[in-house]
């Protein structure tokens, strides 16, 4: 697959899951990646695996909610590959998972800070070097977009915004021929879902197996979406396939919901 040959990725939020499935199928796709997360020797892992591929990474350590952090990022970035292409908002933070009622108000601002304006931030440094090269932004979005469940209020209140942050970009910075469009994941089958599950079979006395099954029986295709399938989404809406798609959200979760 060579959907993004030549091209160079910025993803944030590097992480033993998605954040590395994002890395690793771009660079199967043909690109070439700059990685950022806060814990370096996670950036130094992943790095190792996209050099196993062929492809040149770049890690560099990064708080994104820090202005300074965040301009040294897109600054190393244009400095090593004199060019951006892609860049891919996947760091999140999950504010309390609490009634609205009795959340802690500075808790959810953290949340928006990392979510949203965090966001705002690296979209707002990389838009010369994205307009440069006709390129796109991807946030990383979550179905809790298509959901009101209780304690879940936070959550949704900053993904929600995030939704409307990537529409009005495209709308913004279409003219300048960028691209802003947003995928939003269900459950996705790494090791935090699969540490959660073994918990609950855990307290209910059952196998970890029959809570995936019971949890799969209400989605279409009946199995939980892998990082590396959310990721190829993302790699789709990078290339050349997706020219002309903008102010999207596609959510990538077998059939949990329908948008």
């Not at 954040?19 to 690793?24: F, H, I, N, T």
């Not at 977009?145 to 913004?172: D, I, P, V, W």
Request: with cysteine; aromatic share 6%; net charge negative.
């Amino acid at each position: 697959m060579d959907l993004l040959t030549g091209k160079v990725v910025l993803v944030s939020g590097i992480g033993p899951g998605l954040g590395r499935s994002v890395a690793l199928r771009s660079a199967a796709a043909g690109a070439d990646v700059v990685l950022a997360a806060r814990t370096e020797s996670r950036l130094a892992e992943v790095a190792a695996e996209v050099a196993a591929l062929g492809r040149r990474a770049v890690p560099v350590p990064t708080d994104i909610t820090d202005d300074a952090s965040a301009t040294k990022l897109v600054e190393t970035a244009l400095s090593e590959f004199g060019r951006l292409d892609t860049l891919v908002n996947n760091a999140f933070a999950i504010p309390p998972i609490t009634d609205l009622a009795e959340v802690d108000l500075d808790a959810v601002r953290a949340g928006f800070e990392t979510n949203v304006l965090a966001a705002l931030r690296l979209t707002r440094l990389c838009t010369s070097a994205l307009a440069d090269s006709a390129g796109s932004v991807v946030m990383i979005n979550s179905a809790v977009l298509r959901h009101s469940r209780r304690t879940f209020g936070a959550y949704k209140m900053a993904k929600a915004s995030l939704l409307a942050l990537a529409q009005s970009l495209a709308s913004e910075l279409g003219p300048r021929g960028i691209r802003v469009n947003s995928v939003a994941p269900g459950y996705i089958w790494a090791d935090s879902l699969k540490w959660y599950f073994a918990y609950l079979a855990k307290e209910r006395g059952i196998p970890a197996e029959q809570v995936y099954a019971e949890t799969a029986e209400t989605i279409d295709l009946r199995r939980l979406p892998e990082p590396d399938e959310i990721a190829d989404t993302v790699v789709f809406l990078a290339s050349a396939l997706a020219r002309c798609v903008t102010g999207q959200c596609l959510d990538v979760n077998a059939g949990e919901y329908h948008h």
